[in-house]
Every structure is written in structure tokens, then in C-alpha cells.
């Protein structure tokens, strides 16, 4: 699938890039749940993994 994202677009020429959608802050859950730090932790490893 391909979109036309600008922070995809503008940068293509000079590195590779993935977007991430990891959440909507405009759910209260999701918005209180990516805010714990345990949360920010558990995204980061699974992207890195």
C-alpha cells in the first residue's frame, strides 16, 4: 500500500522511512495508556524488535 504522506514524501530522496500509527490520542484509553512510561517502553521494544 502506498500513501502520499508528506513526512514520507519530503524525505524519500535522502533515507528510507516507515510511519507508525501506535494509537489515537483521541481515545481517552489509548491517550492514558501511551502516556505510562511502561507503555513507551513496551512500543519501543516491539518496533526494535
Known amino acids: ?3 502520499d504522506f508528506q513526512v514520507l ?3 524519500q530522496l535522502t533515507c528510507p ?3 507508525l500509527e501506535l ?3 483521541s481515545n481517552e484509553e ?3 495508556h501511551s502516556s505510562r ?3 513507551i517502553t513496551g ?3 516491539v518496533i526494535l524488535i
Open 1 to 3: 500500500m502506498y500513501d
Open 9 to 11: 514524501r519530503e524525505a
Open 17 to 19: 522511512g516507515v510511519l
Open 23 to 25: 494509537g489515537f490520542i
Open 30 to 32: 489509548e491517550a492514558k
Open 37 to 39: 512510561r511502561e507503555s
Open 43 to 45: 512500543l519501543a521494544l
